[in-house]
């Protein structure tokens, strides 16, 4: 069977080639902001699913898509869409605890499971220096809360507790428990 990630994250397609799977790129073009919800839980597993649904043409298929926001008491955070914007998602975030949530669907064929899985962050205090050279990066842009775990916003980060790749954008653990619940076999290379 054919697996497609439906995402145009590269760190969600690194996170898929160090499981060593064969798998196509196929993004969705989905409008995420017309999506309705009341929990950041629904949202991100509702986006999951609709991006691998738009991106499903075949039932031979294994689709693979995910959703990831930041949720920090009633706010949620997506992708900052301006200097000012990272600036208030990364000054809100200062000195607390927030959570990462991914939702992930896999499609196969009529087979459809979708999950979530949430990830508890810690930041240190920032100063405004740190919130303004970090912004200088560019990092924040393209990332939910408007940071990289996993890059430069490595050193704003005391700890976790949970899953590292749930933050990045994709649980390699969930996405396997998924992929096994819907009684298909993932062979990883050797
Ligand atoms: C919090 C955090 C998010 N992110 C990224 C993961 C996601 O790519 C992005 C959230 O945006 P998403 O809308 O989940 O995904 P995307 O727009 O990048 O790609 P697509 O919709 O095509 O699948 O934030 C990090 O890379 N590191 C982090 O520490």
């Given at each position: 069977m054919e697996i497609i990630l439906?995402?145009?994250?590269p760190r969600r397609k690194m996170l898929l080639e160090q499981l060593g799977l064969d798998f196509k790129v196929q993004p969705s073009n989905l409008d995420e902001s017309k999506v309705e919800f009341t929990e950041p839980s629904e949202l991100v597993q509702r986006l999951s699913y609709l991006k691998a649904n738009e991106v499903q043409?075949?039932?031979?298929q294994i689709i693979i898509a995910a959703d990831t926001v930041v949720s920090y008491q009633d706010r949620i955070l997506e992708k900052p869409a301006s200097k000012e914007e990272a600036k208030q998602m990364l000054k809100t975030l200062s000195g607390t605890t927030h959570q990462v949530l991914t939702g992930i669907t896999v499609i196969a064929g009529e087979i459809v499971n979708t999950d979530y899985e949430t990830t508890n962050v810690t930041f240190k205090e920032l100063t405004e220096k740190e919130i303004n050279d970090y912004i200088a990066t560019g990092?924040?842009?393209?990332k939910a809360g408007g940071y990289g775990i996993q890059s430069?916003?490595?050193?704003?980060?005391?700890g976790i507790e949970g899953c590292f790749y749930n933050v990045m954008g994709l649980s390699l653990y969930k996405l396997l428990q998924m992929i096994k619940g819907i009684g298909l076999e993932i062979e990883l290379d050797g």
């Open positions: 439906a995402s145009g994250s043409s075949d039932q031979s990092e924040p842009f393209d430069k916003g490595a050193v704003f980060v005391k």
